[in-house]
């Protein structure tokens, strides 16, 4: 992808035409920030949000829905030197698949579950029990990140990643079920979170708060399937992108446009950023 060449996608030529009707909706880890050995290392593509920041200019909406925190996905998107995830005009980001609101600086979230208690409590000593003791950041094995809301199981530090993600699959899944909770799966992680949202409802309430005309998503991990759905349900021109990795293949498979990772992504708002402001 260039920056001054876009493919001939009817979705794409519906948002040229009428910027102001398009929301452009994007997921956090593997689309604007890369996906790094620890979570909390994670930052935003300063290029992608450089190209935010003009395009949330252009267009009616930019919102990112993401498992993230809300507030943590703002934080990961400061760019020293350079502007940041805050500095998208007009930018929304509904995080933990939708519960949590931040918009204008404001956060809004309701209570987090009574399953998340159990979960946090319950958790070390089950991952002990199938000989995978909790490690921290820093060191090999498999790593909890505590989202508040949710409990996310990563395996990316594990000597076996991909066997330890089968291996923790069915007993995660029974502690998600005695506690309420659903188990989304990602790119070598298991996530406990609360059931009842998910990034396809998050985003089609959005796209109706808005009054959208046009859509575009884009996401790199099975939970960005729920928000391609959504695109197709809500009936807009709509574009769906896949920010691609080897580790994820099915949502390549459902995607209008592949790019190459959130470097792919960049180009590819940098280049639409371009045709608007030519427009």
Same mark, same amino acid.
């Given at each position: ?27 956090? %880890? /593997? =689309? +604007?920030?890369?996906?790094? &050995?620890? $979570?909390?290392?994670? @930052? #935003? ?6 190209? *935010? ?50 918009? %204008? /600086? =404001? +956060?809004?979230?309701?209570? &987090?579950? $009574?399953?998340?208690? @159990? #979960? ?6 089950? *991952? ?51 506690? /309420?909770? +659903? ?9 406990? @979170? ?62 209008? +446009? ?22």
């Amino acid at each position: 992808m260039t920056h001054d060449v876009l493919p001939d996608i009817a979705g794409l030529a519906a948002i040229k035409a009428d910027p102001q009707g398009a929301v452009i909706g994007l997921d956090f %880890d /593997g =689309t +604007l920030a890369p996906i790094v &050995p620890d $979570p909390a290392d994670a @930052r #935003v593509d300063p290029h992608a949000a450089a190209a *935010l920041v003009r395009l949330g200019g252009l267009v009616g909406a930019v919102v990112l829905v993401t498992g993230r925190p809300a507030a943590t996905a703002i934080a990961y998107g400061e760019v020293p030197g350079g502007p940041g995830l805050a500095d998208v005009p007009g930018l929304v980001v509904l995080g933990q698949y939708g519960l949590e609101r931040w918009e %204008d /600086g =404001t +956060l809004s979230a309701p209570p &987090p579950p $009574p399953g998340a208690d @159990r #979960v946090r409590a319950e958790l070390p000593g089950l *991952l002990a029990s199938l000989g995978h003791p909790v490690r921290d950041g820093s060191e090999a094995g498999i790593t909890v990140e505590d989202k508040g809301r949710a409990i996310a199981v990563h395996t990316r530090r594990a000597a076996d990643p991909e066997g330890s993600l089968r291996a923790l699959r069915d007993p995660l899944a029974k502690l998600a079920a005695e506690t /309420g909770m +659903l188990v989304e799966p990602g790119r070598l992680v298991l996530e406990l @979170r609360p059931a009842g949202m998910d990034k396809g409802h998050a985003l089609g309430a959005f796209l109706a708060e808005r009054g959208a005309r046009s859509v575009l998503f884009a996401g790199d991990d099975l939970g960005d399937l729920a928000a391609f759905e959504a695109v197709r349900l809500s009936g807009l021109p709509g574009v769906t992108v896949c920010s691609a990795s080897a580790e994820v293949t099915a949502l390549a498979e459902r995607a209008d +446009l592949v790019v190459e990772g959130p470097a792919g992504v960049a180009a590819l708002l940098s280049a639409l950023s371009d045709a608007l402001t030519r427009h």
